[in-house]
């Protein structure tokens, strides 16, 4: 069975005079992914997500959201937090919620819905002037789930949260996840992309980098690390091994990076068997960050 | 249409600088009404209290008031720029409303802001009316034509605000080129581009709507005295009433649909 396109971009481009922020992007986001859009500052994560939301003239390009021209109607079907909290700040909460809940047809009731998730209850009649900037990242998270969307769309979410924030987001998103919606995620923090991303998209000048799912990426380096006594004999055996696709030394011991199909624990025995005494064997899994920076380099 | 009306009126009524603003516009309007009663001048057959009764006083005020249109711009100005620093017209976009639906939205409160003045107009013009009592009340307590047309003048206005604010993004920068653009600016483009057609040009066209009242002409013995005052003459009007109220309406749409032009054209940073 295809697995339904919610957002498709092809052949994207977005130019600023001289400056190319997109260059011919194509990238696809399926029903009940949680998709993470990462890159360096000024890859094209904002301009991408703003071109998607309407708020940005594509150069050229299209793109599609639920397989339809993309429009007013599909937005509604899409919660949204781009960049900084955009609220009239001499509205209280609930009437910045009751704005966008008359904006997107929902009933006023659920209002005080998302603001218990994003713990703003207390705070519902404070003018939004008067948030902590974390506050006010929260508030735009409540705006976002109004309605309870199909697709939550957040760039850089963790903006400005503290710990418990950071934790009530990633509560949040999975929960989200769980009831099957879409989410888009922007993000330069990789541990929590990692965390919540079922897939994730490298963009780097415009242009994707990798594309794929998180758990794929991150099996594609298979690392371990070893310390010998006997680095001599250990060099001689690693250069004569099938299982070995490259190692290096450093001042902490050798860093080996295996064939897919070779764990740990054969490197393990293959050593024994050639009388390879080791100190020590850390079998390291590849992290997003490291993939990441490898990547953008 | 509902929708978007809540959605102004949330975000209107509860802005300070609104409520301000059109208290600032009533105060003065009020005081330089007040001001002008307590002149004691009668020359001739021309008398100031004349002007507050029927039927001069819906004349006379709504060409006051016609001054105090340019408030009125300045408020649509500051609501309209306050969308752009605010990033709420971006967030609204974000959320589902399109660019007709953000244009629809300020139209209804131009008509709201135009609303406003036609009532401030009427209720206190029949009031001093009613107080200074002369006339035939029946036969000049309605006719109040002139109203509706201050009422074209006030939304012309506020349209052009309106487009000032979306082309320039900006309160301070919208502010000060439209009050540049009403006077010094169109004059200069009147005199060195369209000598021949400067009553057609929008601030001159839309400000002639309300003229100086006939009365003060008239008894001051015609046309020319008031004339001398640089006011613009009822009794001499360069272009006939019914071309004055079309080309009004018309740059009232024209100033809409530029708004919305713009507005579709450039992106949100």
Same mark, same amino acid.
């Given at each position: 069975m295809s697995e339904e396109s919610i957002l498709k971009i092809q052949n994207l481009s977005k130019k600023y005079g001289n400056l190319r922020? #997109?260059?011919?992007l194509n990238l696809n986001v399926n029903r009940g992914n949680v998709y993470g859009l990462l890159g360096p500052n000024g890859s094209g994560k904002t301009t991408t997500l703003s071109i998607a939301l309407g708020t940005l003239n594509q150069s050229a390009g299209e793109y599609f959201w639920f397989g339809e021209e993309p429009g007013s109607k599909s937005r509604l079907r899409i919660g949204s937090l781009i960049e900084s909290p955009n609220f009239y700040?001499? #509205?209280?909460l609930s009437d910045n919620l009751r704005i966008v809940a008359n904006i997107k047809n929902v009933p006023f009731s659920d209002i005080n819905r998302v603001l218990g998730i994003t713990s703003l209850l207390k705070r519902k009649y404070s003018r939004f002037r008067h948030l902590s900037s974390g506050l006010k990242q929260r508030l735009a998270l409540a705006s976002a789930l109004l309605g309870n969307p199909e697709v939550l769309v957040l760039d850089e979410p963790t903006k400005s949260l503290d710990p418990e924030g950071f934790s009530d987001l990633r509560e949040i998103i999975n929960q989200q996840h769980k009831e099957g919606k879409t989410i888009i995620l922007a993000s330069h923090i990789l541990d929590e992309v990692e965390k919540v991303c079922t897939h994730v998209g490298i963009l780097k000048a415009g242009e994707l980098v990798r594309e794929g799912r998180v758990d794929e990426i991150l099996k594609k380096v298979n690392l371990i690390y070893v310390d010998t006594p006997n680095p001599d004999g250990l060099v001689r055996v690693l250069s004569s091994s099938d299982m070995v696709k490259e190692y290096k030394q450093d001042k902490d011991g050798f860093q080996i990076v295996l064939n897919d199909d070779y764990t740990a624990s054969d490197l393990n025995k293959y050593l024994f068997d050639n009388n390879i005494v080791l100190n020590r064997l850390e079998s390291k899994k590849n992290t997003l960050e490291k993939e990441f920076l490898e990547l953008i380099k | 249409m509902g929708k978007l009306l809540r959605i102004e009126a949330i975000k209107t009524f509860s802005s300070n600088t609104f409520r301000s603003l059109i208290t600032l516009h009533l105060v003065f309007f009020l005081l330089v009404i007040l001001l002008i009663s307590k002149i004691d001048i009668s020359v001739g057959v021309f008398s100031v209290d004349a002007l507050f009764q029927f039927p001069h006083v819906y004349d006379f005020f709504a060409w006051v008031s016609s001054w105090f249109n340019i408030l009125l711009a300045i408020i649509v100005i500051v609501l309209v720029s306050n969308e752009f620093r605010f990033g709420t017209f971006k967030q609204h976009i974000i959320d589902g409303l399109n660019h007709e639906q953000l244009i629809s939205g300020k139209v209804q409160v131009l008509f709201i802001v135009a609303i406003y003045g036609f009532i401030l107009v009427l209720v206190t013009s029949m009031i001093s009316g009613l107080i200074m009592g002369a006339g035939s009340l029946e036969n000049e307590l309605f006719q109040i034509d002139i109203l509706f047309v201050y009422f074209l003048q006030t939304l012309a206005y506020v349209s052009m605000g309106l487009f000032f604010a979306i082309m320039f993004r900006n309160n301070a920068l919208s502010i000060v080129s439209f009050i540049l653009y009403l006077f010094p600016g169109e004059l200069i483009i009147r005199k060195l581009l369209f000598p021949d057609y400067e009553r057609y040009l929008p601030a001159k066209l839309i400000s002639d709507?309300? &003229?100086? &009242?006939?009365y003060v002409s008239e008894s001051l013995g015609g046309p020319n005295s008031a004339g001398q005052m640089n006011f613009p003459m009822a009794t001499e009007p360069a272009l006939s009433q019914a071309t004055s109220l079309g080309m009004a309406g018309f740059y009232f749409v024209l100033f809409i649909g530029l708004s919305y032009w713009v507005l579709r054209k450039r992106s949100f940073s």
């Open positions: 922020a #997109l260059n011919n700040p001499y #509205l209280t | 709507l309300t &003229p100086f &009242p006939e």
